[in-house]
Each structure stands twice: as structure tokens, then as C-alpha cells.
């Protein structure tokens, strides 16, 4: 019978896995006595260890040292804490780069990087390859079968873009591998513009500096190749992992907006989703972004579990400023990524260093040790989640789905465009924070997943789209699903080529209308604009049009759609800015401008409430409702953002987990600043 890592991963963690990053090799022996003493205190049940352990472990080429980490693995296992184990190939150790400096990565520019810092190899390079994969295999051989090891964390947080002659011959291998042929690479580059025609493979290289402005195409390939050689990486280490320990799940962690790695074509790979997410406490916005996060998460995961790897118990250190959290903010904030799925809260790290980097880091047990306000609310926290084991392995069912697609993030900030000083991030989590206020749940897909399961699909500078995504829009919309599509959207295919057809080439059809021109605005101009008469989708309310709109207008033909706003001054005014096309049995809303994002707000409630999205509890602005389903048993989770006490009037009845108290229909459930309650639905008791 083939193993189950994830059934004996979830036998042995039930409940929601709670720990952190354990780095005890910083401490001397006396100090690992006092972390399982605090573990045990704070409910930890899992810590990733030896995350950065490589040099420590094997001080020579093949001279291995593991007495110490046999040590912590026993003495946690005692203990009744589980281990993620790491493989600590993110950190290389200095004698690997002083006897074969070939295992070094290359700067864009040429450097080979030094030792003193971590992250700093080729992925390419045979003798690293050989001698990561040589620790993998001496620590799946000796710790395998040990009792505390539960999960492998495979590497950290990968991502080196090496630009050495090794991952040159990578790079033209992979590119004869997707193209084929030297005349396709030509076509799909566009060689033929400033006379870069290739006329023999070894002429092709990696995108290194040029002496101006750089081929778009390459390098969204090099993007794309980016990430496969660090998922063939991952890949061999997992799969010699798992065929020494087939019933163990292996993972590596994700990082939060990341711009240098797809995690699409990561997360087939993984057994379980995890993600590491440092939202800034002084951006109140952080929160919104970090909701968008865990939705990304989840859908990612497609069924498996997704676990918050590593979150900050209060400031981080590598940023200008580094804000704490205020009291109770941790406590919300892991609740949240509770309440979008996860089954897991961890932080980095365990004790906060003495030295190095991040030794202003904070951590679940800061220097100011047991006597400190994060340590006491990591220990509330720690035993309140004790208590909630019943939520874990639970799912929710969104209808709504917001694009979020790395190729597009790639493009739309890669090339000379109309406005180039473009945030994709930014306007895509502006389109996220209309749709979170709205507390409808949210799944952040691609134009290349199942579409079939929403009836929304908000689709934001979707600028990039392959022939098989156009299609997808269409076929959803003409199929009764409700699109939002916003500007300059299905202008490019996969190569960063022009969708002729006039723009947007990609979805004319679908918007009912196409642009003649585009027409970016000076940065800080605005042009006003309002509902024009006669349009159904506002019905009324239209807050926040007064602002007017920014950054981009389309001078927009019509073309079987309704118009739904016009400008009201500038060259285009009277000109639609804001369209409403009804295909077949859906719709498609277009936005040809940047609207402020209380106008934003409103036509996103609008295309929501004409397509009977509800969401899941009323509540108060700024109380954020999620619901996550178990079996037959349903969650509601209450998160208080508003900074003020709110009251919620319940809809249902149930048990109130944190508080352990029945409640009932009619009843006002207050909320303090920053509080939390989940209702387990039903009378159950
Ligand atoms: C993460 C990393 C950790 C630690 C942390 C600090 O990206 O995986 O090792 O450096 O950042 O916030």
C-alpha cells in the first residue's frame, strides 16, 4: 500500500500546529533545557530546525557532526514536540566555497558572491547539488524513523537567480526544450527588432547586462526558467527525501509577494502549502494584502493544507523602520490566516538571536524573556489554539475569484509601456480590498485554473494572456459568469507580443467595446468622471466617483456594450470610461480608467450583488467575517480590524469557541479592538 504522508502528518499534529523556526546551535546546551520548558508552556507541538545548520553539521567535505542535532531531536521528541526538519541546503557552508568556488552564484553583473551571508549558490552547479543532496540523504538515513520527525522543510525560501556559464547552458538547454527550434525563439523574441536575429544556439545567453534597453521576451523566459531551475532543485532533493522516507511530507516555504518565483509551478510539488508572511505593522493596508495571501494559499494548495511557516511575534529588523505589533495585533493576525484556511501558525523564530543579522528580530521569546508582553501573548495564544484542534483540515467554498498571475506581474512591470511606473501589486490589492470589505470569500486563481466553481472573476491589468486564457474569459463569461476586467488588460499573448485585432485584441469580444487609444495621465493629474444616465449597474449609489480617477484613461469605442460612466472633462470628455457588455448569459465590466478606490469599491459591490454573491455574516466596516466548513460543521470567524469596539447581531446560533459559551440569534456579540470570536454553527452544543 502506497504511504499517506499527510494522514500520518495530520494523526500525529492534529488541531492547529503551533511552533516556530528553532535555531538551538546559537545556545549553549544549559539554554535548550529552558526552550523545551517554554515550549511546553506555550503548547508548541512543532518547531522547523536546522534551517541554517549546513556548516555546523558537516564542518569538512564528508566529516559529519550530528551528536548535537541527535541531542535536540531526542530531547524534543521526550518533550511531545514534533520536528520540521530542514535540509539546510539554503545556507552552503564556507568550505564548500573555498574548495569549489564554481558552487558560488553569479551577479547579473558578473560578481561571484562571497561567503557571509546565505543563499548564495548556483543552482546549477554539480558539487552543490552533490553535496546538498549528500546531507539530505545522511539526514533521511539517520533521522527517518526518529520519533519527533514529522515533515521535511526542504531548503529556504529558494530563489538564487545564478548568471554563471553553467546556468547559461541551463538556460539555452531549457529554451531548445520550450521552443524547439532556433527560427521559433526568433519569432517568439521578436529578434528582428534592433537586428537581434540569432543564427546558431551558442549565440543565445542569458539575460546579462546589455548596453540599453533590454528584450522583454527573454526576459520573461528568464523568469520563467528562473523558477524551474530552483522547482528541479527542490524536486531532486524531494524525491530523494522521499525515497528514503515515503510516509514523510516534505514542503519548502513560500515567501509573501514574491516577485522572483511562480509559486503556481511550485505547488504541485509540495505535500502541503506553507507560506512565510511579514505583514508591516505600520501599513494598516498589511492586513488587507495579507488576507489576499492566504487566499493565494489556499486555492495553491487545492485541498492540502496550507500553514503560516513564519510570522513575526512583533517587529522584523530588516526594514527602515521596524514597527511592533501593538498588543493583540499577533493574536488577530493568526487568527486570520486561521480563518482563510490554515492550519498551522508559526513564527520565526523560537528565541531571538544574541548576534548576527537579525538579532533585533523579534521572536516568540524575545531578550526580555519570560517577563515580556510577546512572550505572555505567545503563550495565550499557544494554549487558546490548544483548544481549537477541531478547525483543522477545514475548507472554504468561494464563488468569487480575483487573478493574481506572476507571468502578468513579470510583464506588466518588464517592458516599455504607456505609464511605467506600475505597481502590480498595488492595483491588484486595490481590487482585493473592494472585495474584502465586501467579506465575501475569495480564492486567488490564474486564467489558467478551474473557473467553473465562480460566478465572479475579477480580473485586474490582466495585461498578459495566452490564446487558452482569452478563451477561458470568454468562455466563463458567455457561460453566465460575472467578469471584472480593469484596464489595459489582453493587450500581450505568452511573449509579450500584441494581440492584434486592435486593443485589447485578447478581449474585445468580451468588454463589447475596443480602445483607440490608450492615454495615461500625468503623475497626480485626475480626470473627472460620473455614471452616465440611463445605467444599471450603480442603481444610485455612486461614493467616491467625485474623487475622479488617475493614472490611465482609454478613449473607448463602443461596441454592443452599455456605458456605465463617462468622463466629464478633458479631451475625452463625454467619452465612456466605464463599460457594461452581457454576453451571452454573463457579463463582462469593464474599467477603462484608474478609479479611486471608493468608486472602486462601489462597482465591485455592484457586479457582486447583481450576480447574489452574499457574504457569509453582516457585520460592521472594518469586522472581517470568514466561514471555513469541516465535515458538516461550519466556522464563523469575527475578526475585529476597526480599531474600536463592534458589535456583530447574530444570525446564527452556536458555540462560541474562544469564549467556550453558547450563543444564540438576535444576540449582540460584541468585539473589543482588535477581538475575535468563532461560532461553531448549530446546536450541536
Ligand atoms: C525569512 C527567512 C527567515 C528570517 C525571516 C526574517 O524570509 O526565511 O530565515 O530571515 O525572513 O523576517
Redesign the pocket.
Known amino acids: 500500500m502506497s504511504p499517506k504522508p499527510l494522514e500520518s502528518f495530520r494523526q500525529r499534529l492534529p488541531g492547529i500546529i503551533y511552533g516556530g523556526?528553532y535555531n538551538p546551535e546559537q545556545w549553549p546546551r544549559s539554554t535548550w533545557q529552558d526552550d523545551i520548558r517554554l515550549m511546553r508552556e506555550a503548547n508548541v507541538t512543532l518547531v522547523s530546525l536546522g534551517?541554517?545548520s549546513w556548516s555546523l553539521l558537516e564542518p569538512a567535505d564528508g566529516d559529519f557532526n550530528f551528536g548535537w542535532l541527535d541531542e535536540v531531536m531526542d530531547l524534543l521528541g521526550e518533550n511531545g514536540i514534533l520536528v520540521n526538519l530542514a535540509t539546510p541546503n539554503?545556507s552552503p557552508p564556507p568550505w564548500l566555497a573555498t574548495d569549489f568556488p564554481e558552487a558560488l552564484m553569479v551577479e547579473r553583473d558578473g560578481t561571484r558572491v562571497g561567503v557571509g551571508s546565505?543563499g548564495h549558490f548556483c543552482p546549477s552547479s554539480p558539487v552543490y547539488r552533490d553535496r546538498s543532496q549528500r546531507m539530505a540523504r545522511q539526514l533521511a538515513q539517520r533521522y527517518g524513523a526518529h520519533p519527533a520527525l514529522a515533515m521535511w522543510h526542504i531548503g529556504?525560501?529558494y530563489h538564487a537567480q545564478c548568471f554563471c556559464d553553467l546556468c547559461d547552458d541551463g538556460f539555452r538547454t531549457w529554451l531548445q526544450g520550450k521552443h524547439g527550434s532556433l527560427d521559433e525563439l526568433n519569432t517568439r523574441w521578436g529578434t528582428t527588432l534592433w537586428g537581434q536575429v540569432y543564427s546558431d544556439w551558442n549565440q543565445v545567453h542569458l539575460p546579462r547586462p546589455v548596453r540599453g534597453w533590454v528584450n522583454p521576451a527573454r526576459e520573461l523566459d528568464f523568469a520563467r526558467f528562473a523558477t524551474d531551475i530552483q522547482v528541479d532543485l527542490y524536486r531532486q532533493e524531494r524525491d530523494l527525501l522521499k525515497s528514503i522516507t515515503p510516509g514523510i511530507p516534505a514542503t519548502t516555504?513560500f515567501?509573501q509577494f514574491f516577485r522572483v518565483q511562480d509559486y503556481r509551478r511550485w505547488a504541485p510539488e509540495t505535500d502541503v502549502i506553507a507560506l512565510?508572511i511579514?505583514p508591516d505593522p505600520a501599513k494598516p493596508a498589511s492586513l488587507v494584502e495579507a488576507a489576499m495571501q492566504y487566499d493565494l494559499m489556499r486555492h495553491l494548495g487545492d485541498g492540502k493544507p496550507w500553514m503560516m511557516m513564519?510570522q513575526?511575534a512583533g517587529a522584523?529588523?530588516?526594514w527602515k523602520v521596524n514597527l511592533p505589533k501593538q498588543p493583540g495585533m499577533m493574536r488577530l493576525g493568526s487568527y486570520q490566516a486561521i480563518a482563510r484556511g490554515a492550519d498551522a501558525v508559526m513564527f520565526?523564530?523560537w528565541r531571538a538571536s544574541r548576534f548576527g543579522?537579525?538579532k533585533f528580530?523579534s521572536a516568540m521569546l524575545p531578550h526580555g524573556g519570560e517577563a515580556s508582553r510577546t512572550w505572555q501573548e505567545v503563550r495565550q495564544l499557544g494554549k487558546e489554539l490548544a483548544a481549537l484542534a477541531e478547525l483543522a483540515g477545514s475548507r472554504s467554498a468561494a464563488e468569487v475569484a480575483i487573478v493574481w498571475d506572476w507571468e502578468n506581474w513579470w510583464a506588466v512591470e518588464g517592458a516599455a509601456h504607456p505609464l511605467n511606473n506600475y505597481n502590480y501589486r498595488e492595483v491588484v490589492a486595490g481590487h482585493y480590498q473592494s472585495l474584502w470589505r465586501t467579506n465575501a470569500a475569495v480564492d486567488v486563481v490564474t486564467l489558467s485554473s478551474d473557473l467553473s466553481r465562480y460566478k465572479v472573476l475579477v480580473i485586474p491589468n490582466q495585461y498578459l494572456m495566452s490564446p487558452t486564457q482569452q478563451l477561458a474569459v470568454e468562455s466563463f463569461v458567455e457561460g453566465g459568469g460575472h467578469a471584472l476586467v480593469s484596464y489595459f488588460s489582453g493587450i500581450v499573448d505568452q511573449d509579450d507580443q500584441i494581440i492584434e485585432n486592435g486593443y485589447p485584441g485578447g478581449l474585445r469580444g468580451v468588454i463589447g467595446g475596443h480602445i483607440r487609444d490608450f492615454s495615461p495621465l500625468a503623475p497626480g493629474a485626475t480626470v473627472g468622471i460620473t455614471p452616465a444616465s440611463g445605467q444599471t449597474l450603480l442603481s444610485g449609489t455612486v461614493q467616491g466617483f467625485d474623487d475622479g480617477a488617475s493614472r490611465w484613461q482609454d478613449d473607448l469605442a463602443v461596441e454592443g456594450a452599455d456605458v456605465v460612466a463617462v468622463y466629464t472633462d478633458g479631451y475625452l470628455a463625454g467619452r465612456p470610461a466605464i463599460l457594461d457588455h452581457r454576453p451571452g448569459t454573463g457579463r463582462a465590466v469593464y474599467l477603462g480608467t484608474h478609479l479611486a478606490q471608493e468608486a472602486l469599491d462601489r462597482v465591485v459591490e455592484a457586479v457582486l450583488n447583481d450576480a447574489g454573491i452574499r457574504p457569509p455574516h453582516a457585520a460592521p466596516e472594518g469586522v472581517e467575517v470568514t466561514e471555513r466548513f469541516t465535515g458538516s460543521r461550519r466556522y464563523l470567524f469575527f475578526l475585529n480590524h476597526s480599531g474600536s469596539a463592534a458589535v456583530v447581531d447574530l444570525e446564527v446560533s452556536g458555540l462560541e469557541l474562544l469564549a467556550g459559551r453558547q450563543v444564540a440569534v438576535g444576540e449582540s456579540l460584541k468585539l473589543e479592538p482588535v477581538g475575535v470570536a468563532v461560532i461553531r454553527a448549530g446546536t450541536e452544543g
Request: hydrophobic share 35%.
Open positions: 523556526d534551517v541554517f539554503a546565505r529556504n525560501e516555504n515567501v512565510d511579514y513564519e513575526a522584523v529588523s530588516q520565526f523564530q543579522q537579525e528580530h
